[in-house]
């Protein structure tokens, strides 16, 4: 599902950056010309790039609490160690 959606946005792209071959002024510190595809391409390569970068952290994050959840497995473990087999079996 991931290739085809990848394949799909790929190709949009390639229509958009074909159908789109004139130049454009940018006034952004300084008056340029560029061509409004690499304009195009240029921003959408930041986007995945900022997509990117909130991913990482969000990672971040979860391996963070992911560890505070580790320690409180172990005093779950801990009394765990004070039941019976039976209830040991039934919790697991």
Same mark, same amino acid.
């Given at each position: 599902?991931?290739?085809?959606?990848?394949?799909?946005?790929?190709?949009?792209i390639t229509v958009?950056?074909?159908?789109?071959?004139?130049?454009?002024?940018?006034?952004?510190?300084? +008056?340029?010309?560029? +061509?409004?595809?690499?304009?195009?391409?240029?921003?959408?390569?930041a986007g995945i +790039?900022?997509?990117?970068?909130?991913?990482?952290?969000?990672?971040?994050?979860?391996?963070y609490e992911q560890?505070?959840?580790?320690?409180?497995?172990?005093?779950?473990?801990?009394?765990?160690?004070?039941?019976?087999?039976?209830?040991?079996?039934?919790?697991?």
């Amino acid at each position: 599902m991931r290739n085809i959606f990848l394949i799909f946005i790929t190709v949009i792209i390639t229509v958009v950056c074909v159908k789109n071959p004139q130049s454009v002024q940018l006034n952004f510190l300084g +008056a340029t010309q560029i +061509a409004l595809w690499k304009l195009l391409l240029a921003f959408f390569i930041a986007g995945i +790039a900022f997509i990117s970068l909130l991913k990482i952290e969000k990672k971040k994050q979860q391996v963070y609490e992911q560890e505070d959840l580790d320690e409180s497995g172990e005093e779950n473990n801990d009394r765990k160690s004070q039941l019976s087999d039976e209830d040991r079996e039934f919790l697991s």
